[in-house]
């Protein structure tokens, strides 16, 4: 969890029992109704806030941008089904290093994404540790003067000592 998140989570929990707080010792009647007023329309905001936030917790597949550099450990492609109605999602386990603890990525299916993927994970297969960098890339539209950046993640060995291969 990053600062942003604690902060903000630390208040989700601090701000709504400061309400009932003040709500329990108003002295005036016209305030009590005030402040009831402004608890009952406020919690559930605090609770959707509250839900939000457990989604960047983690353990739970984030659909934040992958970072812009990172150790690949795993990855699971779903590929997309249209007579089941499935639109595929590949799930990356991906160590950001700087001392954080190793996330899960929920991203849309791509070719592009599953070819690379597919390629680290023999070169992973035969011991060697996979780098993902992620970048912009410029792609000209089909019809028309139009340009489009699409960003696009590609793997190469880490650099240094490589593991033995697996059997």
């Not at 402040?35 to 919690?43: E, G, K």
């Amino acid at each position: 969890m990053n600062a942003v998140t604690t902060v903000a989570m630390t208040l989700v929990y601090l701000l709504p029992v400061a309400l009932v707080a003040l709500l329990l010792t108003a002295q005036h009647r016209r305030h009590a109704r005030w402040l009831l007023t402004t608890v009952l329309l406020a919690l559930p905001l605090f609770y959707v806030g509250h839900y939000f936030l457990l989604q960047q917790m983690q353990g739970w597949p984030s659909t934040a941008p992958v970072p812009q550099q990172f150790q690949l450990l795993a990855f699971d492609i779903t590929e997309p089904d249209p007579n089941m109605d499935r639109a595929g999602q590949i799930l990356l386990w991906i160590d950001a290093g700087h001392g954080n603890q190793p996330r899960v990525h929920r991203l849309a299916y791509h070719k592009d994404l599953h070819q690379e993927l597919a390629a680290a994970g023999k070169r992973q297969a035969k011991g060697r540790p996979q780098i993902g960098v992620r970048s912009a890339q410029t792609v000209s539209a089909a019809a028309g003067p139009n340009t489009v950046t699409q960003e696009i993640i590609r793997f190469r060995d880490k650099a240094g000592r490589s593991l033995p291969s697996k059997p």
